[in-house]
């Protein structure tokens, strides 16, 4: 995978400072803005495969920035917040988001959320040049675009629902751990568990039979995991 660019939204010249000059020190490519406004600007002209933006910003909330640049953008957005409550996380990821790490945080941390970030990328590219639309029954996947289909009707995702139903589909027929997803989906070292696993699930299913009700495409594996079954077959 190419080298990508970061960039970095921050306006506390403190935090910036150690951000950039830890990227600069792992030989990361990156650039900087301490507004919301530029950043949307800075994203729209260099095309930044990574975003870590801070939500506390002097012009806009960082919530309408992921907003807006997720509306044309499909770069990852890992959120850096003092922002820590439950309700904040939730509607940053909501919103787009793809990490959230609380301040004040630790330089090994972001480096591997950093990591992990850049292995998703890497699957989802992979997974796109083995194949531009995946079909299952009713359901439809078109990595190019990524566009998801219920009966060509276009079903909205977060994008961390968009990755679990990529690496089900990527998997269709197999029995997929909770470790396993646990661990392609947020990435070593990133906090998260079972439960959180099975709300996103949860979601995801809610919005995938809201379209047609009684679609069971995700079947649980209970102590296990999940498995996405074949329409044709059922397994």
């Not at 830890?22 to 406004?37: D, E, M, R, V, W």
């Not at 996380?89 to 959320?113: C, H």
């Not at 998997?171 to 997929?176: H, I, M, Q, T």
Request: charged share 25%; net charge negative; hydrophobic share 45%.
């Amino acid at each position: 995978m190419d080298e990508i660019k970061i960039l970095v939204v921050e306006d506390d010249r403190s935090v910036l400072n150690l951000i950039t000059t830890t990227l600069k020190i792992n030989h990361y490519s990156y650039i900087s803005a301490t507004t919301g406004n530029e950043a949307v600007s800075l994203c729209a002209s260099h095309h930044p495969g990574l975003i870590l933006l801070d939500l506390g910003l002097p012009d806009i909330d960082g919530i309408d920035v992921i907003r807006t640049i997720r509306s044309w953008s499909s770069a990852v957005i890992i959120i850096i917040s003092a922002r820590g409550e439950d309700n904040d996380k939730i509607l940053a990821l909501d919103s787009g988001a793809d990490d959230y790490l609380t301040k004040p945080f630790s330089i090994e941390e972001l480096l591997a959320r950093i990591r992990a970030a850049r292995r998703r990328m890497q699957y989802i590219a992979e997974q796109e040049e083995k194949s531009p639309v995946f079909i299952n029954g009713d359901l439809t996947i078109d990595y190019a675009s990524r566009l998801v289909t219920v009966a060509g009707t276009e079903v909205h995702l977060t994008a961390i629902e968009y990755r679990l139903l990529s690496l089900l589909a990527a998997n269709a027929g197999k029995v997929l751990t909770h470790s396993y997803i646990i661990d392609h989906i947020w990435g070593g070292g990133v906090e998260t568990d079972i439960i959180s696993l099975r709300v996103y699930m949860a979601s995801l299913r809610k919005k995938l039979r809201a379209i047609r009700p009684g679609l069971n495409l995700i079947e649980t594996h209970i102590g296990i995991g999940y498995q996405m079954l074949r329409a044709d077959t059922g397994k």
